[in-house]
T-cell receptor, first 113, second 111 residues
Framework: DARVTQTPRHKVTEMGQEVTMRCQPI?????VFWYRQTMMQGLELLAY????????DSGMPKDRFSAEMPDATLATLKIQPSEPRDSAVYFC???????????FGPGTRLTVL | GEDVEQSLFLSVREGDSSVINCTYT??????LYWYKQEPGAGLQLLTY?????DMKQDQRLTVLLNKKDKHLSLRIADTQTGDSAIYFC???????????FGSGTQLTVLP
């Protein structure tokens, strides 16, 4: 049963620390999305990639967030330095570009103290 | 940009039907989705419908699409306690073909 995996599932860190979240998309999927979910804002699209190339990262605070795909099996989202307002659940989703359907990972719950 | 709206809460009795509604603004929307999120979990794809369809049925789930009114609904027949979750409507639109999500409807199934 192919699934999107994300690590870590939970992360507690102190303000100012670097945080790296990882995502393994479903094998064969060529699109990867990063979302942030909070009670106040709901689901927000941060960035997305097609064939490992970043297509849109307009939803991401550029000064502290960065997203990369070092290879087709790994996507990373990095926050440096982290701030308490970054506390949220971060979801990765993958899909095959031809259908637009996205499959979500279980999320990384980030708490910045 | 696209705007997708859902009511926030719905309560039903076990065994009854649930109907969750969603409205959207972009008439060029091509694919429309329903996702389910249980506490502490990610979003699970439930079903989707193409814009050239009016209805799609999948076991206990029925999706209705009214393109004229830009209205999408999800009907769950014989609702069970395990159906308690947040249900998100999502719409693909625009040249970027991104998903725009509604705020989610919290479905509570009462015994």
């Amino acid at each position: 049963d192919a699934r999107v995996t994300q690590t870590p599932r939970h992360k507690v860190t102190e303000m100012g620390q670097e945080v790296t979240m990882r995502c393994q998309p479903i094998l064969g999927h060529n699109t990867v999305f990063w979302y942030r979910q909070t009670m106040m804002q709901g689901l927000e699209l941060l960035a997305y990639f097609r064939n490992r190339a970043p297509l849109d990262d307009s939803g991401m605070p550029k000064d502290r967030f960065s997203a990369e795909m070092p290879d087709a099996t790994l996507a990373t989202l990095k926050i440096q330095p982290s701030e308490p307002r970054d506390s949220a659940v971060y979801f990765c989703a993958s899909g095959q570009g031809s259908t637009d359907t996205q499959y979500f990972g279980p999320g990384t719950r980030l708490t910045v103290l | 940009g696209e705007d997708v709206e859902q009511s926030l809460f719905l309560s039903v009795r076990e065994g009854d039907s649930s109907v969750i509604n969603c409205t959207y603004t972009d008439s060029s929307s091509t694919y429309l989705y329903w996702y389910k999120q249980e506490p502490g979990a990610g979003l699970q794809l439930l079903t989707y419908i193409f814009s050239n369809m009016d209805m799609k049925q999948d076991q206990r789930l029925t999706v209705l699409l009214n393109k004229k009114d830009k209205h999408l609904s999800l009907r769950i027949a014989d609702t069970q306690t395990g159906d308690s979750a947040i249900y998100f409507c999502a719409v693909v639109s625009g040249s970027a073909r991104q998903l725009t999500f509604g705020s989610g409807t919290q479905l509570t199934v009462l015994p």
